[in-house]
């Protein structure tokens, strides 16, 4: 054999070795990934089973209940953000609850004119299930710059007015927002006061499933609006799994790159290509609409399948799906319905654009309450005097035979609503 051949079959061989070794880390991955595929469309049965579980342990209670406020701390260095800890005054033990839902509280705050005015507003819990006591942490709402408007009345009363030893009247955890609870990948993106959710997520997934890939963006402006700080340092030291992204979209001269934050800018899908790897996740967004509006559209149009896109919006806008406007689009053919406010007495053609018999109604300036926009809260139930509505998904509040919940519900005949 001369020593050409010799370095043909040496190279060979190379080659072979190479080919079976990239064939097998290859089949590896794709093993892997399929796992990871079957426990995000829901068909691995120990993640089931979890579910149920928790699902059966989160009973809450019917009606308000009298929670008294036990510590009040305030979060970040403006002091814009307090959190409060809530215990039952009743002395009966704290029904777990699904990280990601809120509390309704029914408050009565002062008025200028020396009154009282009752309102209904949903917070956040802030931690996980399972601790002694619930924790919300509220951002003070200040006057609109330029504006004549009073400042925020419910996250002001709370700042100013509720003290250790307040009594609250607080409805049970609700709401469709929480973390699955298989095993898959998940991104957690909070921006500015929408970071409450994701803390009980996440500190429920570091808790409950140290394995999990947990990732958490959070966006605000600088180290002045940055939350429990000091926490998520000590998690993301503890927990190799998980990984911390603190962006900054207006650092001071005094914020530093690596050790206050990790990225200049705001959250993007740009900036979450770049640092994910490429792999089936589950994204859980919240924050202010226009990032959430950006951030849902970008996810969809690089491929993230919908069923995977979770998010929630704190505001009064609620942020369409793609598909559910093509789906709204195609209903636009039918015939027209007539909705009528009989207690404003107006009447309108429903638009067959708006998501909800709330939204349309706000958007015609037929005042409503509402608190949480998501069927949990019942501010917004309204008695049918006449017609059909349909519900867009089940709501968590049960509301009374002949009434309906506007902020999920949409009309399918012509209808008189009490508002
Ligand atoms: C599911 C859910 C979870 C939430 N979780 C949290 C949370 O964890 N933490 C948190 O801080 N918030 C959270 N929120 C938001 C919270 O519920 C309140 O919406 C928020 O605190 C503002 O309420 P407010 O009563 O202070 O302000 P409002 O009194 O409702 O006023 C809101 C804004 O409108 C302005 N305004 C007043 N009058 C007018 C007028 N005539 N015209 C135009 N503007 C006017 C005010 O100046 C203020 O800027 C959540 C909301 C939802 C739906
Ligand atoms: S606003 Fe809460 S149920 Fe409609």
Request: glycine share 8%.
């Amino acid at each position: 054999m001369t020593s050409a051949m010799l370095l043909l079959w040496i190279a060979l061989g190379i080659v072979v070795q190479l080919a079976l070794w990239l064939g097998i880390v290859f089949w590896r991955h794709w093993q892997s990934y399929q796992v990871l595929q079957d426990q995000v469309d829901g068909k691995n049965p120990t993640s089931q089973t979890e579910n149920l579980q928790t699902e059966a342990a989160s009973e809450g209670w019917k009606g308000f209940r009298a929670f008294k406020v036990i510590q009040k701390t305030l979060e970040d260095e403006s002091g814009a953000i307090c959190s409060f800890y809530l215990r039952p005054e009743d002395g009966q033990s704290l029904p777990l609850f699904k990280p990601g839902q809120f509390l309704t509280f029914k408050l009565a705050v002062p008025t200028q004119s020396g009154t009282e005015e009752e309102i209904i507003r949903c917070y956040s819990l802030s931690d996980s299930p399972g601790h002694d006591a619930y924790r919300v942490s509220i951002k003070r709402v200040p006057t609109p710059d330029g504006t004549p408007h009073p400042p925020g009345r419910s996250s002001n009363y709370f700042h100013d007015y509720v003290q250790v030893g307040t009594s609250l009247a607080v409805r049970a955890p609700s709401g469709h927002f929480y973390i699955d609870h298989d095993n898959s990948p998940v991104v957690l993106i909070g921006g500015g006061i929408g970071i409450t959710p994701m803390l009980s997520m996440l500190n429920w997934i570091v808790a409950h499933q140290p394995e999990r890939e947990v990732w958490l963006f959070y966006g605000v402006r600088n180290n002045s609006e940055v939350i429990l700080k000091s926490h998520l340092q000590a998690l993301s030291d503890r927990h190799p799994n998980f990984k911390l992204r603190i962006c900054f979209s207006a650092p001071q001269p005094g914020d530093l790159i690596k050790r206050d934050f990790h990225h200049r800018g705001r959250i993007d899908v740009a900036l979450l290509r770049t640092e994910l790897p490429l792999k089936p996740y589950n994204f859980y967004i919240c924050g202010p609409t226009p990032m959430m509006e950006s951030l849902v559209d970008a996810l969809e149009d690089w491929g993230v399948p919908d069923t995977r896109i979770h998010f929630e919006a704190f505001g009064p806008a609620s942020i369409k799906r793609k598909s559910s406007i093509e789906s709204k689009v195609s209903e636009e053919g039918s015939a027209p319905v007539m909705v009528t406010f009989s207690k404003s007495n107006k009447q309108f053609t429903w638009d067959g654009k708006s998501s909800s018999l709330l939204e349309f109604a706000e958007g015609n300036g037929v005042t409503v309450e509402s608190g949480c926009r998501a069927g949990g809260c019942g501010s917004c139930e309204t008695r049918i005097q006449s017609g059909e509505v349909r519900f867009s998904h089940s709501p968590d509040f049960d509301s009374e035979p002949g009434n309906c919940l506007l902020c999920v519900c949409i009309p399918v005949t012509d209808v008189v609503l009490e508002a």
